[in-house]
């Protein structure tokens, strides 16, 4: 069929929204490509999942619903990702760049031997030239991500293999629904015809889910702080005004590297991607990899001493100054104008 395909990963009977996401891209990818967007929901009590991916634009839903199939185990879904992909022949598969999708993403391109690209930024169609052999081809998926420690930005192509594979991490593409009524075909398959029996020699016997302790990727307001906060206490400085502001504070990987801060706040391509209305960027010299993680924001504040910091450079704002001068002076403004 040659069609752009999604894995949705499963919570329950929820659709995680790094698959919604890449759902919303898969949308525009196929249209761009004239042909059908399908998804693949495996799990367990499914009954009504399709609800949940149609409105995106999806064409076809390929639900595999069996006991064993959640929680999620390597065995079954690779052989549904691997037999459903020998019988469909997809131009495109997307996964979310989640510990699932780590797993099952390479589990699934090695049986295929189609390759595959992690943590991309971005995800376009394009055209490419072999001079060597002399061949242009058409309609390629452009996977694009940061690469040699994040110098550079890499677009990398795979023209004979098929599928093209790609990770995304959650919140780098946005969630947009196309249509509430869009109409789509609902495929329930025959499980057992997919996965043999001895797939199902792992089972889970307990699992233990911990929630977030923080919103940074929904915060509307992030303040983030780089390795020239200089220490954990500078960090308390952020975690009061973000007490002002009703933000959430993230911070660089020097920063965390540095045990400044905690690891689940890292923004960038080693962490989590954020997009809010507004982001404060304090001591934070701007490596790619973190600009990665926070470029589509809203509006961005720059607090640096360093007037030639790159994070200056796609700044709406920058404060040229040292952070233990701004920031008080920034915390007692809102104080006073906060009552």
């Given at each position: 069929?040659?069609?752009?395909?999604?894995?949705?990963?499963?919570?329950?009977?929820?659709?995680?929204?790094?698959s919604?996401?890449?759902?919303?891209?898969?949308?525009?990818?196929a249209?761009?490509?004239?042909?059908?967007?399908?998804?693949?929901?495996a799990?367990?009590?499914?009954?009504?999942?399709?609800?949940?991916?149609?409105?995106?634009?999806?064409?076809?839903?390929?639900?595999?619903?069996a006991?064993?199939?959640?929680?999620?185990?390597?065995?079954?879904?690779?052989?549904?990702?691997?037999n459903?992909?020998?019988?469909?022949?997809?131009?495109?598969?997307?996964?979310g760049?989640?510990?699932?999708?780590?797993?099952?993403?390479?589990?699934?391109?090695?049986?295929?031997?189609?390759?595959?690209?992690?943590d991309c930024?971005?995800?376009?169609?394009?055209?490419?030239?072999?001079?060597k052999?002399?061949?242009?081809?058409?309609?390629?998926?452009?996977?694009?991500?940061?690469?040699?420690?994040?110098?550079?930005?890499?677009?990398?192509?795979?023209?004979?293999?098929?599928?093209?594979?790609?990770?995304?991490?959650?919140?780098?593409?946005?969630?947009?629904?196309?249509?509430?009524?869009?109409?789509?075909?609902?495929?329930?398959?025959?499980?057992?015809?997919?996965?043999?029996?001895?797939?199902?020699?792992?089972?889970?016997?307990?699992?233990?889910?911990e929630?977030?302790?923080?919103?940074?990727?929904?915060?509307?307001?992030?303040?983030?702080?780089?390795?020239?906060?200089?220490?954990?206490e500078?960090?308390?400085?952020?975690?009061?005004?973000a007490?002002?502001?009703?933000?959430?504070?993230?911070?660089?990987?020097?920063?965390?590297?540095?045990?400044?801060?905690?690891?689940?706040?890292?923004?960038?391509?080693?962490?989590?991607?954020?997009h809010?209305?507004?982001?404060?960027?304090?001591?934070i010299?701007?490596?790619?990899?973190?600009?990665?993680?926070?470029?589509?924001?809203?509006?961005?504040?720059?607090?640096?001493?360093?007037?030639?910091?790159?994070?200056?450079?796609?700044?709406?704002?920058?404060?040229?100054?040292?952070?233990?001068e701004?920031?008080?002076?920034?915390?007692?403004?809102?104080?006073?104008?906060?009552?």
């Amino acid at each position: 069929m040659n069609n752009v395909f999604v894995y949705c990963e499963m919570e329950g009977n929820r659709v995680a929204d790094v698959s919604l996401e890449l759902l919303t891209k898969g949308r525009k990818l196929a249209s761009q490509l004239g042909c059908q967007l399908e998804a693949i929901c495996a799990g367990t009590g499914l009954d009504g999942v399709e609800k949940q991916v149609l409105p995106f634009g999806v064409d076809r839903v390929h639900v595999f619903d069996a006991p064993g199939l959640f929680p999620y185990t390597s065995l079954p879904h690779t052989s549904i990702l691997v037999n459903l992909f020998k019988a469909e022949q997809p131009q495109i598969c997307l996964m979310g760049a989640t510990v699932i999708g780590r797993d099952l993403g390479p589990r699934v391109s090695s049986a295929l031997t189609s390759g595959l690209t992690a943590d991309c930024t971005q995800l376009e169609i394009g055209s490419h030239e072999d001079k060597k052999a002399g061949k242009t081809y058409e309609n390629l998926l452009y996977q694009i991500r940061p690469a040699f420690g994040g110098n550079i930005v890499a677009t990398i192509v795979n023209p004979e293999h098929r599928p093209q594979m790609a990770t995304v991490r959650e919140g780098v593409m946005k969630k947009e629904i196309l249509d509430e009524n869009y109409q789509g075909e609902v495929i329930r398959q025959d499980v057992a015809k997919f996965v043999p029996e001895t797939d199902y020699v792992v089972k889970v016997i307990d699992r233990h889910v911990e929630k977030a302790k923080h919103n940074l990727k929904g915060a509307p307001i992030v303040v983030a702080g780089g390795y020239g906060m200089g220490s954990r206490e500078g960090f308390d400085m952020l975690f009061e005004l973000a007490k002002e502001l009703h933000a959430e504070v993230g911070a660089s990987r020097a920063a965390v590297d540095a045990g400044y801060c905690d690891h689940d706040r890292q923004i960038g391509q080693t962490g989590v991607t954020v997009h809010p209305k507004l982001y404060i960027a304090c001591g934070i010299s701007g490596q790619i990899q973190h600009i990665a993680g926070m470029q589509d924001a809203g509006i961005i504040i720059s607090v640096n001493s360093d007037p030639n910091a790159p994070i200056n450079t796609i700044a709406d704002y920058v404060i040229n100054g040292t952070v233990e001068e701004v920031i008080p002076k920034m915390i007692k403004y809102y104080k006073k104008n906060s009552k």
